[in-house]
Each structure stands twice: as C-alpha cells, then as structure tokens.
C-alpha cells in the first residue's frame, strides 16, 4: 500500500503561481506514470497532465504553457507548478502514481484563485 499526500495548494489571485506537491510513502520509480487531475465544484474529475516512465510530458490543452509536471525519485516526489493562475483552475488537485497494476490516490490540495 503506497499513501499519497498533496500539499502547497492555496488561494492565490488571477495571475499567480504553486507548486504542488505529492509526496509518496514509499519509493516511486522512473518506471512509474505520475499524473494529476482536478476536480471542480460540480464537475467531474479531469485529468491534467501527465508523465510518463520515458520522461515525455502531456497536458490538457487549456493548461499547457503554464503547467509543468515532474518528479524527484529521491524524494519520492511528484511536483505540479500552475503558473499563470486563471479562476477556472480552481478545483481540488490530485496526484495519482501508478506502481504496476496498483493506482494510488492523495486526498487532493485545494486551489482557489480570486480574479
């Protein structure tokens, strides 16, 4: 069992920046896809950017240029900087690592941002 903890989200104005972090209760491998999601207020829950055991990176279209996952195996670390904050990126984030068959969830981190 892999525990997922989210933290450095906040409340933040238009045009601000975090760095989100998702810090794993054991060791996470290169080998391991790492993604985040959120989860707006009445919406369902969407997938947001994603990295792969290669390395290459995808994001949903309406945050690339701003979001830049990665992910430091030595500190079993999984990181999000949110770069130029608009207020339809408020929602819950979450992370979710994938260690062979297994998904693991955090509980999220809040992100609001006031225009």
């Known amino acids: 069992q892999v525990r997922l903890v989210e933290s450095g989200g906040g409340e933040v104005q238009a045009g601000g920046s975090l760095r989100l972090s998702c810090t794993a209760s054991?060791?996470?491998?290169?080998?391991?896809?790492v993604a985040w999601y959120r989860q707006a207020p009445g919406n369902e829950r969407e997938w947001v950017a994603r990295?792969?055991?290669?390395?290459?990176?995808d994001y949903l279209d309406s945050v690339k240029e701003r979001f830049t996952i990665s992910r430091n195996v030595a500190k079993n670390s999984a990181y999000l900087q949110i770069n130029a904050l608009i207020p339809e990126d408020t929602a819950v984030y979450y992370c979710?690592?994938?260690?062979?068959?297994?998904?693991?969830w955090g509980q999220g981190t809040q992100v609001t941002v006031s225009s």
């Open positions: 979710n690592i994938l260690i062979g068959t297994a998904s693991y």
């Open positions: 054991r060791r996470i491998s290169v080998l391991n896809h």
């Open positions: 990295l792969t055991p290669g390395g290459s990176s």
